[in-house]
């Protein structure tokens, strides 16, 4: 999750003389830290990547690479090269998630309503991440979902209930690793305008007492 560090081991509990480390990221294969044991070389490549600068930390004694305070730029593929008379690699596949919002449900009907038997809602995300989704659950069952990978736009989510229904329903904003629920209030976002009336004349009336 973003705002963690995440470790990639090297598995040696220390680095031979005849060893040479590298790390490197992405499908360029860009160099993010190196290790040469005999010239006593220990390097970290910070500024080279701007998603990468003062996140990074090297173990000179196991090889092993420390990401701090990760963001979803990390998310991709780390490879270790280690030199010596056998070469060997080691690939990392790496997903940092966002921290997920708080879903927001609101009544979508422009006024109150005499005659609808129905409440339309809307649940959306205050901004959208991907490898999330939005979700409407009636109880435990799912009744819709929606995923979007695109963080120009906000996540939404309609559903019409009926105002005297009297099921539980609830909004869901998950990804792979953590999610988030807003739990509806049917008595207090849906009101037909008979409703409306009859809590406005109970308002009035505490005022008088």
Known sequence: MEGNSVTLNTDNTEIREDEDIRW???????????????KQI????????????????LDDQTGSLTIMNTTTE?????????????????TFNVSVYARLP?????????HC???????????SSVLNVCDA???WYKGISVLSSISVCDLSISLSLPLEVEYQD???YSCVLNNPISNQTTHLDINTLCHTC????????????SQCL
């Open 102 to 110: 708080v879903p927001v449900i609101i009544n979508n009907s422009s």
């Open 133 to 135: 989704t939005l979700s």
């Open 166 to 168: 009297k099921n539980t």
């Open 24 to 38: 490197t990221f992405g499908d360029e294969n860009s160099l993010l830290a190196k290790i040469k044991k005999k």
């Open 194 to 205: 008979a409703g409306t009336t009859a809590l406005m004349i109970d308002f009035l009336q």
């Open 74 to 90: 990390h998310t991709g593929v780390y490879k270790l090269l280690i030199s010596r008379a056998g070469n060997a690699s080691k």
């Open 113 to 123: 309503s005499s005659s609808s038997s129905n409440c339309s809602l809307v649940c």
């Open 42 to 57: 220990v390097s970290t490549y910070n500024s080279t990547d701007e998603r990468f600068r003062d996140r990074l930390k």
